[in-house]
C-alpha cells in the first residue's frame, strides 16, 4: 500500500510539473508574439512618420523657392507669352490682320518686360534681404502658429508690394502641410489602436507613447507604441 501510494504521488507530481511547464511554454510563445507585433507596429509607425516628415520638408523647400523666385516670375510669364505670339507669328498660319494684331501685343510685352526688368533691378538689394530674412524665420527651427506665419508673409508682402500672391501661396503651402500632418496623425493612431489591441489578446498591455515630431513650422504630437505590462 506504502508502494502504491508513494507511485501515485511521484505521477500527480510529474503530471503537475509537466502542465505547468506545458502552460508555461504556451504563455511565453503567445507573450512573443504581441511584443513582436507591438515591435512590427512600431517599425511601420517609424516609416509612416519619416515619410510624412520628407513630404513636410519637400513641401518647405517647394515653397521657399517661391518665395525667393517670386520677384522674377512676371517676367518669365511675359516672355513665355511674348515667345508663344513670335511662334504663332512666324507659323503663316494667320491672316495679316491678326499677325498685325499679334505684332502689335508683341510690342506691349517687351514694354512691360523691360519695366519689369527695371523695376526688379532696382529693388533687387532690398527684396532679397527682406525674403532672405522671411526663409530663415521659416527655418529656424522654432515653432510657429499658421496665423504668425501669415502675419510674416504679410509683412513681407507689404515690402514688395505683393501682398495678395504671397499670401495664396502661404496658405496654399499651409494646408497641403496640414494635409500631410493630418494623415501622418490618423494613420499612426489607427496602427497603433490596432496592434494595442492585438497584443492585448496575447497578453501584452501597451499604450500609445506620444513623442513630438517637427512638420515644417509645426511641432505635433505622434503616437508609437510603448509596453507597459505583461498580463
Known amino acids: 500500500m506504502k508502494n502504491l501510494f508513494v ?3 511521484t505521477a500527480a507530481l510529474f503530471l503537475g510539473l509537466s502542465t505547468s511547464v506545458f502552460a508555461s511554454d504556451s504563455g511565453d510563445k503567445e507573450i512573443q508574439e504581441g511584443l513582436e507585433i507591438i515591435k512590427k507596429a512600431n517599425v511601420k509607425i517609424d516609416e509612416e512618420i519619416e515619410d510624412a516628415v520628407e513630404d513636410a520638408d519637400k513641401l518647405g523647400v517647394e515653397y521657399v523657392a517661391e518665395i525667393r523666385g517670386k520677384k522674377g516670375t512676371e517676367i518669365v510669364k511675359l516672355k513665355q507669352e511674348k515667345a508663344q505670339l513670335v511662334q504663332a507669328i512666324a507659323s503663316g498660319s494667320y491672316n495679316e490682320k491678326r499677325v498685325e494684331k499679334m505684332k502689335k501685343e508683341v510690342v506691349e510685352l517687351n514694354e512691360k518686360i523691360e519695366k519689369l ?3 526688379t533691378r532696382a529693388d533687387m538689394r532690398n527684396a532679397q534681404q527682406d525674403i532672405e530674412a522671411f526663409v530663415a524665420f521659416l527655418e ?5 502658429t499658421d ?12 515690402k514688395l508690394s505683393q501682398e495678395s500672391d504671397y499670401r495664396k501661396e502661404t496658405k496654399e503651402y499651409i494646408k497641403d502641410l496640414n494635409e500631410v500632418i493630418e494623415d501622418c496623425y490618423d ?10 489591441g492585438k497584443a492585448k489578446e496575447k497578453g501584452v498591455l501597451a499604450e500609445c507613447s506620444w513623442k513630438l515630431i517637427r512638420f ?3 511641432k505635433v504630437w505622434i503616437d508609437p507604441i510603448r509596453i ?3 498580463r
Not at 147 to 158: F, G, P, T, V
Open 7 to 9: 507511485f501515485l504521488l
Open 117 to 119: 526688368i527695371r523695376e
Open 140 to 144: 529656424s527651427g522654432e515653432e510657429f
Open 147 to 158: 496665423a504668425e506665419l501669415l502675419a510674416a508673409i504679410d509683412q513681407l508682402s507689404a
Open 187 to 196: 494613420e499612426t493612431l489607427e496602427m497603433s489602436n490596432k496592434a494595442i
Open 216 to 218: 515644417g513650422h509645426k
Open 228 to 230: 507597459v505590462g505583461i
